[in-house]
């Protein structure tokens, strides 16, 4: 898994996430949404070659360029300015997690609406009110955005590196800033 529930906290929180069927849902969206992530990030070449990079036994070494995405830290861009990447897998839960925030977006997205016979519903709340949730859906995409712009300043300064790297697969603009209304 790209990363686990641990990072589901503070404005990434899901409720009863302790339950085992809630737990099981929040592993669903992370397998299927942390790796469309790493595709979409790093393009298709780089997110294969990286989470095989990072799949090593516990007696091998994690290759520096691999534990560099993955735990993040600081660099200087091709402007000469000091940047930190935040990393894909830090272990570290502020600021928020990059991936994190991707699944969360689409976990409470999808929870937002729900499928009947009729179509497309809203669940009625009962002892609450229901609140728009756009605000916080916009908050934790554009959180992840703004730490893929930085990723993508790294990439660019250390292309070397990272052979893998095809800039064409990377898709930047499905993972550019959004508003509360989604666009």
């Known amino acids: 898994m790209v990363i686990n529930a641990t990072y589901f906290v503070g404005p990434l929180a899901i409720a009863q996430i302790s339950q085992a069927a809630v737990q099981g849902t929040v592993n669903d969206y992370i ?10 990030a790093l393009g298709q070449s780089l997110a294969n070659a990286y989470l095989l990079g990072i799949d090593v036994g516990s007696d091998e070494v ?10 993040g830290g600081s660099f200087t861009n091709n402007s000469g300015l000091g940047r930190k990447w935040v990393g894909f897998d830090s272990g570290e839960l502020f600021p928020l997690n990059p991936v994190a925030a ?32 756009a605000q916080p859906l916009s908050m934790a995409w554009n959180h992840m955005s703004k730490a893929i712009y930085t990723l993508h300043e790294y990439l660019r300064a250390n292309e070397s590196l990272y052979p893998e790297l095809v800039w064409s697969e990377i898709n930047t603009r499905s993972l550019k800033p959004i508003n509360a209304f989604g666009i």
Do not use: C, T
């Not at 397998?31 to 979409?40: A, P």
């Not at 994690?62 to 735990?71: A, G, N, P, S, Y």
């Open 31 to 40: 397998e299927l949404h942390g790796v469309e992530f790493l595709s979409k």
């Open 62 to 71: 994690i290759e520096d360029r691999w534990e560099f995405l993955k735990q």
């Open 102 to 133: 991707y699944v969360w977006f689409h976990l409470q997205r999808d929870k937002a609406i729900q499928m009947a016979g009729i179509g497309a519903v809203v669940a009625e709340a009962e002892n609450a009110q229901r609140m728009a949730p």
